[in-house]
């Protein structure tokens, strides 16, 4: 049986970080986790767009408010967002996950399988246009999104 490797005809930039944790009690991994995410986005993508993959959509949102309190922690809070709070206002009002509203302040949005279509759209469009610089998926097919859409 053979595998066959497809090759996309338009290259997308990719740099992959790889860490390693050796905590073998899941919460406590994902806890441990979130601050070396943080610093890495510092270290090797402090203006460009940042997507995280975890585990399940539940994960999303808790890496997601992780990522806010360490931001919190530095001078600048809202570092990862690109646009005026004033011009994030409009679109903030059409999203019915408080949550995600309150992370998008941030400039960190997630996407996961049981947001509204809306929402995805929403929060796909921010990514896209760089409003946010950081994205958290629970699932391949943002990516995937990501490489279709991307100018």
């Given amino acids: 049986m053979g595998l066959t490797v497809l090759h996309s005809v338009r290259p997308l930039d990719l740099d992959v970080h790889l860490q390693s944790f050796s905590i073998p ?13 943080y610093l890495a986005i510092l270290e090797f993508s402090p203006t460009k767009p940042v997507i995280i993959f975890v585990s399940s959509r539940k994960q999303c949102r808790l890496t997601a408010d992780d990522i806010i309190a360490h ?29 995600l509203v309150e992370t998008l302040r941030y400039g960190i949005g997630y996407f996961h399988e049981a947001l509204d279509k809306q929402d995805k759209r929403i929060v796909e469009r921010l990514f896209m246009a760089g409003a946010i610089q ?11 999104f990501y490489r279709v859409h991307r100018g």
């Fill in 134 to 144: 950081v994205m958290i998926a629970s699932r391949v097919r943002f990516l995937y």
């Fill in 71 to 99: 931001c919190g922690s530095d001078e600048n809070s809202r570092r990862f967002l690109n646009i005026e709070e004033q011009d994030l206002q409009p679109h903030l009002d059409h999203i019915t996950d408080q949550g």
């Fill in 25 to 37: 009690h899941f919460p406590s991994l994902m806890i441990s986790m979130s601050k070396p995410a």
